[in-house]
């Protein structure tokens, strides 16, 4: 099966911009899907397709894609998005039908 | 209030088996494709299985097949997943997690139930 590989950990000062990477072939074929989760919660999707965020995401958090990169930037990095960021797609290896979580990036802010 | 609530969970002896139940409520639960995810202490999100709306389409992870089994009853909202012989390394947090607007964007999640095996 395919893979989807992010740095295992970030960091950003309070109130700079802070660029979250997740990468693999399938990202080629399929858009990622983004998820945050803080400790002891359940993740919450932040960003999917293209650059599309769910209602009530604030608009500092955009996303993009170019070739197998996909990215989560946020612009203007806020205390309360200290968290563990993962991204997700379907698999291209199995036509699309199973779907991957890359392993993770855990975000500090400073 | 749309949500999403599993059960289920407990502690096991290697080999046995468990029923993960997870009840829909607040949306047309029949509509949505359906999907598991866990989480095993202190690692990462890894997917686990998904069913289509109408249960025809049915996936799962390449390395739990044979072992769990998705199923769901849209009369009752509900989506369940049965796991058997369990493994010392299926011990995480299971959640169900609803799709919409493309098949991985998992808008709506559980809380969470642990299997402890």
């Known amino acids: 099966s395919s893979e989807l590989t992010q740095d295992p950990a970030v960091s950003v000062a309070l109130g700079q911009t802070v660029r979250l990477i997740c990468q693999g072939d399938?990202?080629?074929?399929?858009?990622a899907s983004w998820f945050q989760q803080k400790p002891g919660q359940a993740p919450v999707l932040v960003m999917y397709g293209y650059n599309n965020r769910p209602s009530g995401i604030p608009d500092r958090f955009s996303g993009s894609r170019s070739g197998d990169t996909a990215s989560l930037t946020i612009t203007g990095a806020q205390a309360e998005d200290e968290a563990d960021y993962y991204c997700?797609?379907?698999?291209?290896?199995?036509?699309?039908?199973?779907?991957?979580f890359g392993g993770g990036t855990k975000l500090t802010v400073l | 209030e749309v949500q999403l609530v599993e059960s289920g969970g407990g502690l096991v002896r290697p080999g046995g088996s468990l029923r993960l139940s997870c009840a829909g409520s607040?949306?047309?639960?029949?509509?949505?494709?359906m999907h598991w995810v866990r989480q095993a202490p202190g690692k990462g999100l890894e997917w686990v299985s998904s069913i289509s709306s109408t249960g025809t389409y049915i996936y799962y992870a390449d390395s739990l097949k044979g072992r769990f089994t998705i199923s769901r009853d849209n009369a009752q909202s509900s989506l369940y997943l049965q796991v058997d012989s369990l493994r010392d390394e299926d011990t995480a947090i299971y959640y169900c997690?609803?799709?919409?607007?493309?098949?991985?964007?998992?808008?709506?999640w559980g809380q969470g139930t642990m299997v402890t095996v």
């Open positions: 399938t990202l080629k074929s399929y858009y």
């Open positions: 997690a609803r799709a919409q607007w493309e098949p991985s964007a998992f808008d709506v």
């Open positions: 997700n797609s379907r698999d291209r290896d199995s036509g699309g039908n199973l779907v991957i």
């Open positions: 607040g949306f047309a639960f029949r509509s949505y494709g």
